[in-house]
């Protein structure tokens, strides 16, 4: 197992997600709790030794089941992260007894690392809201012991991290973001890496595998991958891009069987960095798989023609976003922070905006599939 410094600890460059634990016919709230535990007992004879649960994982069931998992092994034997849901404002106020209750369920009396979860457009007010004094009492459970390691987790754009990092950037340890090749540029990946590393802030990666869409890619593009590299495998070339980048501590995989776990321990027994000529490869392969997202270059001519006052370049780049995924959380997650009147739905189809767009964007036609998605 490859290993990584943080302060003076040595974390297991993989981590543990347990998003995605294996269930029982297909309800996320029934844990297939012999296979989970049958996972983290290979993981830790393995040498992970970091494991990352959240109060809304498994309907709230993942912290009960990954504590029970994680009680056999001495406490010291294992780094154990967890979250305080700000994805939910109705979590605001709650953070004392929340934060309480995650300590009960994991069955533990402190958190190796805690993160304030998924800053975002919808919740940034809220976090920074003295009112709720959310960073605050975690800085005093950090005094106390209860928390080792503070951080935060961020699925906003940019202007919202750098809000955040304004705010509590002296006070933050690390961060924890979506990171993999395809959204390097598409979510601006590369911007929120580079932002970080200025604050001196090491970086946690979520998602390196994009869902799974990065393990599973076109016949033509893995065969390329293959001739680079005949002995890695497809899963693999996601993971050595990020042992490239600078700031990567930990990459945690949200892995739902056994098979699974055994594979990425496997690729993590090596610390394998892409060459320049692969690493261009591999991004050049990125921007074939987003070939077919609408081609704004945010040049905002549409803005000032448009009768609603719509904000289209960012409407369009999260309708890009949700299109690519397949639907998902964070398109209408950061309308959440949109006024109603605001949305994709607020367009007429008066097509102004179209007359003026260098891209030729049907922009009206966009809008409206955006909204049918958004209410199907």
């Not at 709650?94 to 069955?107: A, D, M, N, S, W």
């Not at 610390?271 to 945010?298: I, N, V, Y």
């Amino acid at each position: 197992m490859v290993y990584k410094a943080f302060q003076d600890m040595k974390l297991s460059a993989l981590g543990m997600g347990a998003m995605r634990l294996p269930v029982i016919d297909g309800d996320d709230g029934r844990i297939d709790v012999p296979a989970a535990e049958e996972m983290v007992a290979y993981a830790m004879e393995n040498g992970v030794n970091y494991y990352d649960t959240a109060w809304g994982y498994h309907d709230g069931n993942s912290e009960l089941v990954l504590g029970k998992a994680l009680g056999r092994y001495p406490r010291d034997s294992f780094y154990l992260a967890d979250k305080f849901p700000g994805y939910d404002l109705s979590n605001m106020p709650r953070v004392r007894e929340i934060f309480e209750k995650q300590l009960e369920k994991c069955g533990v009396s402190y958190f190796d690392f805690y993160l304030c979860h998924n800053v975002c457009e919808m919740n940034i007010d809220a976090y920074l809201d003295p009112s709720f004094g959310i960073v605050p009492y975690l800085l005093e459970q950090k005094k106390a012991g209860r928390i080792r390691h503070l951080g935060f987790s961020c699925h906003g754009d940019l202007p919202v991290m750098e809000r955040f990092l304004d705010a509590w950037g002296a006070d933050m340890e690390f961060c924890q973001i979506q990171l993999n090749y395809l959204d390097w540029t598409f979510q601006d990946a590369k911007g929120k890496a580079e932002l970080l590393e200025r604050w001196n802030i090491p970086v946690w990666v979520m998602e390196p595998l994009r869902g799974g869409k990065l393990a599973d890619l076109p016949k033509a593009d893995a065969e390329k991958l293959q001739a680079l590299r005949p002995d890695e495998t497809v899963p693999a070339w996601a993971f050595r891009f990020l042992q490239t980048l600078p700031g990567v501590t930990v990459i945690l995989s949200g892995m739902s069987s056994l098979e699974q776990v055994r594979q990425n321990i496997h690729t993590f027994e090596t610390d394998a960095p892409l060459s320049e000529e692969e690493m261009r490869t591999l991004l050049a392969m990125a921007d074939g798989l987003l070939a077919g997202r609408l081609p704004c270059t945010a040049c905002h001519y549409c803005v000032s023609h448009c009768p609603r006052g719509l904000d289209i370049p960012r409407l369009l780049e999260l309708y890009n976003e949700h299109s690519f995924t397949g639907g998902g959380f964070i398109a209408p997650m950061a309308l959440m922070a949109v006024p109603e009147d605001k949305h994709p739905s607020a367009c007429i189809g008066c097509r102004s905006c179209e007359r003026v767009c260098p891209q030729q964007i049907k922009i009206s036609e966009a809008m409206a599939d955006f909204a049918a998605r958004l209410n199907g």
